[in-house]
């Protein structure tokens, strides 16, 4: 996973830190700061990228288990050593429907999508956008004639 991936993730999974439980946050927000320490070596950069990987994994389904549900110890240990098996796949098997975007048939279906939008008129902008099936969408433009150094 690159720097900019994790750091995605890494504010992501502060973004849902904010649905758990008042008692839950300070062991996960503990976890956080340790392993963004986890950066010398490459070995490191890997531990690193699974604990956010399983940490949002975690925060997705909003269940919250050991170790994570305390404070990190002072060494950090492999993912695999320090996570009881059958907590491992209770988080994933609770994120399935969450996976989905691993399957590849799905991703055939988001280039057609793509070449459906690629190039229109100025006057067809808004008519040519993808629309959420929830939410909003917004556009912003800002102008100045002010010049800045």
């Known amino acids: 996973m690159s720097y900019t991936n994790f750091f995605y993730n890494n504010m992501l ?58 404070q990190p110890p002072a060494e950090i240990e492999p993912l695999r050593d320090l996570v009881d098996p ?22 055939d279906d988001t280039t057609k999508e793509a070449d459906k939008y690629k190039a229109s008129a100025p006057s067809k902008f808004y008519n040519n956008q993808p629309v959420p099936f929830e939410g909003v969408i917004c556009y912003i433009a800002a102008f100045s004639d002010q010049r800045y150094p």
């Open 86 to 107: 059958k907590i491992y796949e209770e988080i994933l098997v609770a994120n399935g429907d969450n996976m989905a975007w691993l399957d590849k048939s799905t991703l």
């Open 13 to 70: 999974a502060k973004a849902l830190v904010q649905l758990l439980p008042t008692h839950e946050k300070p062991s996960i927000r503990a976890w956080f700061t340790r392993i963004q320490e986890l950066t010398k070596t490459d070995k490191e950069l890997e531990m690193r990228d699974e604990y956010m990987f399983f940490m949002l994994m975690m925060l997705q389904c909003q269940k919250i288990r050991e170790p994570f549900n305390r």
